[in-house]
């Protein structure tokens, strides 16, 4: 082990998994977490066998020599169940400072650059993966199994990564449970953080890591063939208040933009520690803004109001879908819209809102097509420009923006399929406010989503005709949410922006008043989604609320 003149401290690795003393309020249920982490049976890890069984190069890099901190990681990673590992130390200091006695750790220090330094560090690394540690991280004992369990499946994976937590001397707090790889999400901060096991191929691929996390989570992102991620936390860091560079984080996200040949910068989020990626738009681009009138002219023409007077965007036309036995009023308004020029009307027979939308994109020439309903009013100048931007992305299929009532209660920041039984809106019923960590990250960050409503949402022409417009079976609920899911299943992202803001003006639509036939049809959309369950929501959450908290275990 590691030497030096000072006794060893006894390690804190013990009290981590007792109960905090302090209950995190962010997140229900973390205790009861804790504690069930700590009755799990561990004997048969060791004993099981996988097709592929790599060996993990775990580096624990510092600056300085800790030997407590040494330590502490060093006790966690030898608990662990799987075997096929190695430890290197790598200590950026004066090499005279540090000796080992143990044959299986490997040491290297001495002071140099940080790009030598890394070099000489890979050097060392034999094993098939790299997990990048620092001193004080303490690694759960069934880490490796499960990472080495995740890969066996999908061994074409060039990194993988867990939830996490944070500890200091009153135990553990801040548990981080995370979505599956969410590129869109990952440019609007760094959710994957650690602990982060890459392969070796992607690590040279990537040009190392070179001290910055979120560098080095982007540039592996860029060369990976397929990320994985292990719903559990398997590892704890100590609390560290770190000082926070904005311009710093900034600038590696714009190198990413850069690598993939993007036109667009980064800007701060709406809280700290998030980011906003601004897009550019072409001047030529054009907006087709399609609504499915309901025969409430009072509604739509606060919609119409609301888009002319706030949205900055100017290259848009609008097409009302209305029912052909609209009332005699309804028809006046529409006839004026006309003659004004204000909108392209066109009648349909069948006044489902999917038909209806189907109907009005025919007669639409834009780029993208931006679905409305007519209780929407948008609210933000840019609501417009945030859902387009996005929505010109050829990674990206539909986009969503936040819709709330005008008593400022959040309703949808994106659908999770699962949720409230059928699908539903983390959040919605909350104040719309800057709040803790989960509130942010689900209601005040652009991320990827499984599904978007129609009521604010865009699609791109092609995309939207690759998925074959809106399901017209379906008569009301669901329609959105199925093209949604049809998109994701031609590989590509949907995206939430939380700075495309409408206000909703009507009342949601309860799933036990949808008739039989919807309802199976909109079994029939979500069963084998719910089966394997929403990619973008973790699987330790509970789906019976929408304010989020950990399943009973």
Request: hydrophobic fraction near 40%; aromatic fraction near 12%; charge should be negative.
């Amino acid at each position: 082990m590691i030497k030096s003149n000072q006794s060893l401290p006894k390690s804190p690795f013990s009290f981590l998994f007792e109960a905090p003393n302090e209950k995190d309020e962010e997140l229900l249920g973390y205790e009861f977490y804790i504690e069930s982490k700590v009755s799990e049976n561990t004997d048969d890890e060791r004993e099981e066998r996988f097709i592929f069984m790599p060996t993990i190069s775990v580096c624990i890099i510092a600056d300085k020599f800790n030997e407590a901190g040494f330590r502490t990681t060093i006790d966690s990673i030898k608990a662990s169940t799987y075997s096929r590992f190695e430890i290197i130390v790598a200590i950026n200091d004066e090499e005279k400072r540090v000796k080992l006695d143990d044959e299986n750790i490997r040491l290297v220090c001495g002071k140099e650059s940080t790009k030598n330094f890394m070099k000489r560090v890979r050097e060392a690394v034999s094993g098939e993966f790299i997990l990048i540690l620092k001193p004080y991280d303490i690694l759960d004992k069934s880490a490796f199994y499960h990472v080495v369990k995740a890969l066996s499946k999908r061994i074409s994976a060039d990194a993988i990564y867990s939830d996490s937590d944070t500890y200091n001397k009153k135990g553990r707090f801040a548990p981080l449970f995370k979505p599956n790889f969410s590129p869109d999400t990952l440019k609007s901060l760094n959710f994957i953080g650690f602990p982060f096991w890459v392969s070796t191929r992607a690590y040279d691929a990537a040009k190392g890591y070179l001290y910055n996390d979120y560098d080095y989570v982007l540039r592996v992102a860029n060369v990976a063939k397929s990320i994985l991620h292990v719903p559990g936390i398997l590892l704890s860091r100590i609390d560290v208040k770190e000082n926070e560079n904005n311009g710093e984080e900034r600038s590696v996200i714009d190198a990413a933009l850069v690598a993939e040949n993007k036109r667009a910068h980064t800007v701060n989020g709406m809280y700290r520690g998030s980011y906003r990626v601004r897009y550019a738009i072409k001047s030529a681009i054009k907006a087709s803004i399609v609504i499915a009138a309901d025969d409430n002219v009072k509604a739509l023409r606060r919609c119409l109001e609301s888009i002319e007077d706030v949205t900055l965007f100017d290259n848009y036309k609008l097409i009302i879908a209305a029912d052909a036995k609209s009332s005699s009023i309804s028809k006046r308004y529409y006839s004026a819209l006309t003659n004004g020029r204000a909108a392209k009307v066109v009648y349909c027979e069948n006044a489902a809102v999917p038909s209806m939308l189907n109907i009005g994109v025919k007669e639409a020439d834009g780029d993208i097509f931006v679905f409305l309903s007519p209780h929407t009013e948008p609210i933000t100048p840019e609501w417009l420009n945030a859902i387009a931007e996005l929505a010109l992305q050829p990674h990206i299929g539909a986009v969503g923006g936040k819709l709330k009532t005008p008593t400022n209660m959040l309703v949808s920041c994106g659908t999770v399929v699962g949720l409230n039984g059928q699908f539903g809106f983390p959040y919605s019923g909350a104040y719309d406010a800057i709040g803790g960590h989960y509130m942010n990250f689900y209601t005040n960050t652009i991320r990827n989503v499984s599904a978007v409503r129609y009521e604010c949402m865009a699609i791109e022409r092609d995309v939207f005709n690759l998925a074959g417009g809106f399901d017209e079976s379906f008569e009301t609920l669901g329609f959105d949410t199925d093209i949604c899911l049809r998109i994701l299943n031609k590989r590509l992202y949907n995206v939430y922006t939380p700075y495309a803001v409408a206000f909703i003006h009507e009342d949601e639509i309860k799933a036990e008043e949808l008739s039989e036939k919807n309802m199976l049809r909109l079994e029939d959309t979500l069963r084998d989604f719910k089966k394997s369950g929403d990619p973008y929501f973790n699987v330790n959450f509970s789906t019976e609320k929408t304010i989020l908290q950990l399943k009973e275990r």
